[in-house]
């Protein structure tokens, strides 16, 4: 049964930065895609940042670039995503997401596994 589990988010200072963790179970965390979404009130889910099943290259959003890198521990069946440089409109609830039949992508209906997300907001 695939399963992801979503921690790390929490309140944080503009500027500061976070790591979220999602820990999987079912599947081996490199043999599947691994994509980072969030969802703030009122708009709709936005692909963050995904990590390839072929190569582990990895793809960002325009909004995030330069400020959040995404990668995998197989050791811990962990994907990670590091948040740097946080701000205010940085503030959502963040998920996970995988699916066996792509390498990577960043449009939430490719995606038919999902955790249940850890919000994060940014604030002072």
């Known amino acids: 049964q695939v399963q992801l589990v979503e921690s790390g988010g929490g309140l944080v200072q503009p500027g500061g930065s976070l790591r979220l963790s999602c820990t999987v179970s079912?599947?081996?965390?490199?043999?599947?895609?691994i994509g980072w979404f969030r969802q703030a009130p009122g708009k709709e889910r936005e692909g963050v940042s995904c990590?390839?099943?072929?190569?582990?290259?990895?793809y960002y959003a325009d909004s995030v670039k330069g400020r959040f890198t995404i990668s995998r521990d197989s050791a811990n069946d962990t994907a990670y995503l590091q948040m740097n440089s946080l701000k205010a409109e940085d503030t959502a609830a963040y998920y996970c997401a995988t699916d066996a039949l792509i390498s990577c992508g960043l449009r939430a209906g490719e995606y038919d596994y999902w955790g249940q997300g850890t919000q994060v907001t940014v604030s002072s």
């Open positions: 990590i390839s099943s072929e190569d582990g290259s990895t």
């Open positions: 079912g599947f081996a965390v490199d043999f599947y895609a």
